[in-house]
């Protein structure tokens, strides 16, 4: 078995999204990190009562946003007729394909009240075959996403895609994808199968990972190099951390906004397609 170690770290900066919300996204995403096109980490953000701000009403093509929310509620509506609230835990994989437009809010009550809210937005991108595809999503609620820990007791796992500790994922990805939301308390250590040839790195939103002795500190990306098998380790703190895999597309990304295709004719389409109402 090959070990993966550490290639790069990449640091996150803060940038506000949607209608004015803070995310922390590393800033290597998009040209290093195949298949995956944005990692967004949402909050964590105090809001006031009346104040949460989401995402209103916005066009994609070409590519998935999977939404993971960790704290806090917000609701969703698109153009395909699907709609509900994401609590915590609960998953939402849309896959835009040839086109869908949502909103992404905060949830009514969570509004009212204000409090915490902290989660994820990944953009996973499809390959050009499948860019055109129907719009499909899936939306799994907490209690339907697989958990385990480990037998020492220090690792614990939620498994949004792919598999760790012996149990699989139950979401469908287009391509093999892993994302794992993992916790592994001080002096804990996991070994982590990541098929050779797959893009891997993690993202650290809690204390301090180590890989082969380098660390991975809390808002940062940490990217790996190829192999069969990863070892994370906490040392002196719990670290908690997304685990990110898939494939390298290997083809031209062309981007504009919510839109990624393979070139800049697809672009000009796509835009056109949503000002003729013809996107969704
Ligand atoms: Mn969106």
Same mark, same amino acid.
Request: net charge negative; hydrophobic share 35%; aromatic share 6%.
């Given at each position: ?87 915590? $835990?609960?998953?939402?994989?849309? @896959?835009? !394909?040839?086109?869908? =437009? ?5 949830? #009514? ?109 809390? $808002?940062?990306?940490?990217?790996? @190099?190829? !192999?069969?098998?990863? =070892? ?5 703190? #719990? ?42």
């Amino acid at each position: 078995m090959q070990k993966r170690t550490l290639r790069m770290t990449a640091p996150t900066h803060t940038v506000l999204e949607g209608g004015g919300f803070p995310v922390r996204r590393p800033s290597a995403m998009g040209s290093l990190m195949s298949p995956f096109l944005l990692l967004d980490e949402m909050g964590p953000v105090h809001w006031e009562p009346g104040q949460a701000i989401g995402a209103p009403a916005h066009p994609h093509r070409g590519f998935e946003t999977v939404t993971y929310m960790i704290q806090g509620a917000m609701k969703h509506e698109d153009s395909a007729g699907n709609k509900g609230d994401l609590n915590p $835990g609960d998953v939402q994989w849309m @896959t835009a !394909g040839r086109g869908i =437009i949502h909103s992404e809010l905060p949830q #009514d009550d969570f509004l009212k009240q204000g409090g915490v809210s902290h989660g994820f937005q990944i953009w996973v991108n499809l390959p050009s075959k499948d860019k055109m595809m129907q719009p499909r999503y899936q939306e799994i609620s907490s209690k339907q996403i697989p958990k385990v820990t480990s037998e020492d007791g220090k690792v614990w796992a939620n498994i949004i895609a792919g598999s760790t500790l012996g149990v699989q994922a139950v979401i469908d990805t287009v391509i093999p994808i892993t994302y794992i939301h993992m916790k592994i308390q001080k002096q804990g250590a996991h070994c982590q199968a990541i098929e050779q040839g797959l893009n891997g790195m993690i993202y650290v939103f809690g204390g301090t990972v180590h890989i082969e002795g380098k660390p991975v500190h809390d $808002g940062q990306l940490g990217l790996l @190099t190829d !192999g069969d098998e990863v =070892i994370f380790e906490a040392q002196e703190d #719990d670290a908690e951390f997304l685990i990110l895999a898939g494939p390298e597309l290997n083809e031209p990304i062309a981007r504009y906004g919510p839109f990624v295709m393979n070139n800049r004719e697809e672009i000009q389409q796509a835009l056109l397609d949503y000002q003729n109402g013809n996107l969704a």
